[in-house]
């Protein structure tokens, strides 16, 4: 699953830097020039505009887990309550069983990076270029949201949490420009989601063996 996670987030990221190309905002990939840069000390040793730019990667990266953290906080919390959402964790579940802190955070990564790369970078500049900024958020949050559907029903929890996370990453993006924010948050709200998800699996898998033996026992008395 990791290798195939590996080429297929590979060719979408791939996919990304082309676009981009064409969406001509090579610069959003990292962070947005700062059109006014901090003033640093004329002693300081490193140049303003680094300055400000390493300033912000730092600001976006604490932002970024904070905010991405909460979210974790949220749907860990509404899914075991919801129907839908049991259902999509056991689904999903069956999928990503014994997976460690790290391969959990590689998976994240992966997606996090290729996915807002095409979605953020790429996608949004070329659709707010034909229509407004405010639409291009709106679009390309649509269209991020219904690519995470599945074949059931209870796949659209799934997809509204995925439109909803769609438009706030991409105001963020618009708002403070560059990949590193919207990244940042959707590593985090992966890395967690993942590994809760996991963990879940190997209760699942639990209770059907107890369950197992408990339905062999019943059986042997009769």
Known sequence: MI?????FYACMLAMAVVLSWFAGAPSDWIVLAT????????????????????FRL????GVGFLVGLGIVLVTQGIYPKL??????TQDFAHVFQKLSWGQAFYLALLSGVAEEALFRVALQPLVTRWTTPILGVFFVGLIFGLVHSGPKKHYLIWTLFAILFG??????YAWRGGLWLPAVIH????????KWIADKAGTLYAHSMIRTVEVGEELHRV
């Open 3 to 7: 290798r195939l996670a590996t080429i």
């Open 35 to 54: 059109s006014a840069p901090l003033d640093a000390p004329t002693w300081f040793p490193i140049p303003p505009k680094t300055w400000a730019t390493g």
């Open 58 to 61: 730092l600001v976006d990266t």
């Open 83 to 88: 129907k839908w959402g049991q259902k999509l």
């Open 167 to 172: 438009w706030l990453a991409g105001g963020l």
């Open 187 to 194: 590593i985090t709200v992966n890395t967690f989601n993942l």
